[in-house]
């Protein structure tokens, strides 16, 4: 793009030294005609070194700022030039050669709006012809990259091995006590018991984003998720989940409203169907900071012969993101609460609070450092028939612990491998639900965009 407009900014900059009136006194220090010869040998970066050490005493000397801002611009700089082209509007608001040139570093960094306002501001000073037809060239650009911009697709491809200590998240203990029938001993059904396996897991799905206008825009996506044991297939999975919504908002605040569907697949037969609603709020409070606040309302409904554990779960949460060390990491924190509604379940329904805390670190341009931890408590409604004894009733009460540790390898620009482990533990006062898991894993994932 640059190329696009060398010649014309030449012309440009020619055309505003006639078109703009008044000398401006040179300050003693910095040599403005050798970084000006410099300029006009395409020498931008010599120039903008000659100048550069003298900004802080020579900020405020229009001339100086403005033949900064141009060398800073030419050279790369954008961002340093639009410091420079602010303090000479700053002092003279009707430089149009400036305001050009705070829309020509506006639009290297990619801030369109922005561009857009300096170059229609300058149209309204009725430039002459030539600094005109740059200004038009800029604008069509623009709206062709907005355009490009308004229709986003990506998707991904993955594929995992791995070994899972626990694949149906069953209690290792293999028989337990029915306080409710005298403290009979049962044998669990080895269905019931922990059972460790391999597996291979594949991963497809996508999402396509399309802006109506600056303000609105609409989002759809899917994905397909499965899961097959070496030798536990009867606790293979398959899981099809998709979305869908409107986007509101633009800049530091963006709300996402949507409607979520999906359905959950053991050994090769329907176990439930999902829906719900969702809705988030994101708030960019500066750039190294943005909070969220989300809500979700699901309805989860298993196949008719167990649908005694249908039940309702609503959640609300909030969310805090801080990027550190320039980019290269970032840290998270997460609270969220909630309730689910499950009249028929022997539990009940309950009420569970949690919190997650992670963050990434980039140890090298192809690599990053990934790792989080999380906590949920739960408590239900109802006694438990079954581990109730006649003088006592216990409602059942979850601690569930869980962690993660991995690696991001970007071994090429669409590609990735992951090695990761990672550790789940429920403790229950009901033996039968306690239980913990480690899954140990390698995952490559193709992305396209």
């Known amino acids: 793009m640059k190329n696009l407009f060398s010649v014309k900014r030449t012309l440009l900059a020619l055309g505003f030294c006639l078109w703009v009136a008044g000398n401006f006194a040179l300050a003693a220090g910095p040599d403005l005609e050798k970084a000006d010869a410099l300029m006009k040998q395409g020498k931008a970066a010599e120039a903008y070194s000659l100048l550069e050490p003298f900004e802080f005493e020579q900020s405020g000397n229009v001339k100086f700022d403005?033949?900064?801002?141009?060398?800073?611009?030419?050279?790369?700089?954008?961002?340093?030039?639009t410091l420079a082209f602010e303090r000479v509007l700053a002092m003279d608001p009707n430089f149009a050669g400036a305001r050009v040139d705070m829309g020509r570093a506006y639009f290297q960094l990619g801030d369109f709006t922005r561009a857009?306002?300096?170059?229609?501001?300058?149209?309204?000073?009725?430039?002459?012809?030539?600094?005109?037809?740059?200004?038009?060239?800029?604008l069509a650009a623009i709206e062709k990259q907005e355009s490009a911009k308004k229709t986003k697709a990506t998707g991904y491809f993955e594929a995992t091995a791995g070994h899972d200590s626990n694949v149906n998240f069953a209690t290792s203990e293999n028989q337990i006590?029915?306080?409710a029938l005298g403290n009979l001993i049962f044998t669990l059904n080895p269905a019931s018991v922990k059972a460790a396996d391999d597996y291979?897991?594949?991963?497809?799905g996508g999402e396509v984003n399309h802006q109506i206008n600056p303000g609105l825009g609409v989002y759809a996506g899917a994905d397909v998720r499965t899961r097959s044991n070496n030798t536990q297939d009867r606790f293979d999975t398959t899981?099809?989940?998709?979305?869908?919504?409107?986007?509101l908002g633009e800049g530091k605040n963006v709300v996402r409203l949507g409607v979520l569907g999906g359905r959950y697949e053991l050994d090769g037969k329907t176990n439930r169907d999902t829906n719900g609603l969702s809705a988030e709020w994101r708030h960019l409070i500066n750039p190294a900071n943005q909070l969220s606040a989300f809500g979700q309302h699901n309805r989860f409904r298993f196949e008719p012969t167990i649908s005694v554990n249908d039940f309702d779960q609503s959640t609300l949460g909030v969310n805090w993101l801080h990027v550190v060390n320039e980019g290269k990491g970032l840290v998270s924190a997460t609270l969220f609460t909630g309730d689910e509604r499950a009249p028929l379940r022997a539990d009940g329904g309950k009420r569970f609070n949690g919190l997650r805390v992670g963050g990434q670190m980039q140890l090298n341009d192809k690599t990053e450092l990934f790792a989080g931890l999380g906590a949920q408590f739960s408590k239900f409604d109802l006694a438990n028939a079954a581990f109730s004894s006649p003088t006592e009733a216990l409602t059942r009460d979850d601690k569930q612990y869980d962690a993660n540790l991995g690696l991001n390898w970007r071994f090429d620009k669409a590609w990735t491998l992951r090695p990761q482990v990672s550790y789940l533990r429920n403790n229950s006062n009901i033996v039968i639900y306690q239980h913990d898991r480690i899954d140990v894993s390698i995952t490559i994932r193709r992305d396209f965009k």
């Open 66 to 81: 403005y033949l900064l801002g141009i060398a800073a611009l030419d050279s790369g700089k954008p961002d340093k030039a």
């Open 116 to 138: 857009r306002l300096e170059f229609e501001t300058v149209l309204t000073q009725h430039p002459p012809p030539a600094a005109k037809a740059t200004i038009d060239d800029y």
């Open 177 to 179: 006590a029915v306080p």
């Open 200 to 204: 291979l897991g594949f991963a497809f």
């Open 239 to 247: 899981s099809f989940d998709a979305r869908a919504g409107l986007a």
